[in-house]
């Protein structure tokens, strides 16, 4: 079992920016992928970015790429998603989630992860 807490997500101005956090417990995920994905009103959840369990690899959505980064902290067994240049239309809830197995490469499907946080909410006004 894994616990995924993700925090940080408020009101933002359009082109700010503004760190989330992804802390887990009862599991060290040192070892797994993780992924990020979000989910706004009416619309599919949509990934956001990968990165491997050593996080020397990294993938993003076309929608963020070049604005996102996700990087990750094993020591404290915690992911990020440092969110840039911020757009209205990234309002969303965002979700992050751990890839216990067949992501040795990279996944951006919801179904490849085995668990997730409960999402924070990040609202980006124009």
């Known amino acids: 079992q894994v616990q995924l807490v993700e925090s940080g997500g408020v009101l933002v101005q359009a082109w700010g920016s503004l760190r989330l956090s992804c802390a887990a417990s009862?599991?060290?995920?040192?070892?797994?992928?993780m992924g990020w994905f979000r989910q706004a009103p009416g619309k599919e959840r949509e990934f956001v970015g990968f990165?491997?369990?050593?996080?020397?690899?990294?993938y993003y959505g076309d929608s963020v790429k070049g604005r996102f980064s996700i990087s990750r902290d094993n020591a404290k067994n915690t992911v990020y998603l440092q969110m840039n240049s911020l757009k209205p239309e990234d309002t969303a809830v965002y979700y992050c989630a751990v890839c216990l197995v067949g992501c040795t490469y990279y996944s951006s499907s919801p179904i490849s992860y085995n668990y997730w946080g409960q999402g924070t909410q990040v609202t980006v006004s124009s």
């Open positions: 990165i491997s369990w050593s996080g020397g690899s990294t």
């Open positions: 009862g599991r060290t995920i040192s070892t797994y992928a």
